[in-house]
């Protein structure tokens, strides 16, 4: 391993490196990256894991909705299932079971107890060990705290769940508190999930590629140029970038008024005389994008493949509130032709990593605040706890 000196973001814009080339290939940088990173961050839970498995066209957050309702999920190659348990409390659970590690839950469903199909051994809803054929009272020190399931913090805000594999470093409103409030104005309980055909695959590239991307505006008049692409959509010079401790909003004008927000819905601070917000492009570190528009809401997560630092597990979902508008994303929003350009750009980027030739980068002090705050956080819980 090289150095730690190698490896060094500096705070400051005008000083700091690009986080090392061998950081978006090696896959030993990969799994410090799952236990420091996505081991303590609230991770956005994917929406139709369990359900596609059964045909079943409802949501995960759909399939726990009941009392003593259940629904297996993957999170990060991670086995896990959501429980609401018959006090209307919902917790996120290994799908492992205690005694033997046999899978507890296959598929939804709605129990009274959790029981595993390998032994019999049962489970109170809320995670509690609660019998085993076999185990008698003579044994001694049993059951322990361990042969509970280990409780996993869950948030749900609107339709959407979080989950939080170890002990997250920020709270739940650290995380999403500045999104929400963003976005108040909005009738988000009206949202409606829309299939569009590509919600869930694999795209080349590192999955801190894909972040870096969505957090680099410089990018925009190149990748998504003019005419007819992003950079001609948009008014850049209206281009802002907002930083906060764990998330980040990029917002800009619509060049078109058609394609903006509706001033009312959006909070004062978005307001101008003459022109309109085009989109709110929130991040929330350390892989999810929630990019409000007029017509709705889309959803990304670039998922991080264990073992495989060079590919990434896309899942892009699609929430409307104006089914007009929604009609005409392709026309002024550019949703399709924006994604194919981004997933072309991170193709060609991850053969240059590939090259041997991939050198540290500077950060351009206006243009790449987002990257440089991006690359920071990630060398920060890596690094330094």
């Not at 957050?61 to 018959?86: C, E, K, N, T, Y």
């Not at 809803?125 to 399931?149: A, I, K, M």
């Not at 990304?300 to 699609?318: G, K, M, Q």
């Amino acid at each position: 391993m090289k150095h730690l000196d190698s490896f060094y973001v500096d705070p400051h814009v005008r000083c700091a490196e690009t986080l090392h080339p061998s950081m978006f290939t090696d896959p030993t940088w990969l799994e410090l990256e799952i236990e420091r990173v996505f081991g303590r961050t609230w991770l956005f839970v994917p929406q139709r894991t369990a359900a596609e498995s059964r045909d079943d066209p409802r949501e995960l957050a759909d399939l726990v909705r009941l009392r003593g309702s259940q629904a297996p999920f993957h999170l990060i190659d991670r086995p896990l299932f959501l429980q609401r348990d018959w006090k209307d409390r919902l917790a996120a659970f290994p799908n492992v079971c205690t005694h033997a590690w046999f899978p507890l839950v296959d598929g939804p469903g709605r129990v009274k107890k959790i029981a595993c199909r390998q032994h019999g051994r049962q489970f109170e809803c809320d995670g509690r060990f609660y019998s085993q054929p076999g185990f008698g009272g003579d044994l001694e020190d049993f059951p322990r705290p361990c042969d509970d399931l280990v409780r996993l913090p869950v948030v749900e805000w609107s339709r959407f769940l979080f989950v939080a594999l170890g002990k997250p470093k920020m709270s739940e409103d650290e995380a999403l508190g500045e999104v929400r409030s963003s976005v108040f104005g909005l009738p988000l309980d009206r949202l409606r999930p829309a299939g569009h055909g590509a919600e869930v695959r694999e795209v080349p590239g590192n999955w801190k590629q894909h972040a870096w991307n969505f957090m680099d505006r410089f990018h925009i008049g190149y990748i998504h140029r003019a005419p007819g692409g992003l950079a001609d959509a948009v008014r850049m010079e209206s281009y802002r970038t907002e930083l906060y401790p764990w998330s980040a909003l990029q917002w800009v004008h619509a060049r078109d008024p058609a394609a903006g927000f509706d001033p009312a819905l959006l909070p004062e601070r978005f307001a101008h005389p003459e022109h309109r917000v085009f989109a709110l492009w929130w991040f929330v570190f350390p892989n999810l994008t929630l990019n409000f528009y007029p017509w709705g809401l889309s959803v990304n997560v670039y998922a991080p493949i264990p073992e495989r630092p060079d590919r990434t597990l896309f899942h892009w979902y699609h929430y409307v509130l104006d089914e007009a508008k929604y009609a005409r994303r392709e026309e002024l929003w550019l949703a399709t032709q924006v994604d194919d350009e981004d997933v072309d750009a991170m193709a060609q980027v991850r053969r240059g990593i590939r090259s041997g030739y991939a050198v540290r980068g500077r950060f351009a002090a206006e243009e790449e605040t987002g990257p440089h705050w991006f690359h920071r956080l990630v060398y920060e819980m890596v690094f330094e706890g």
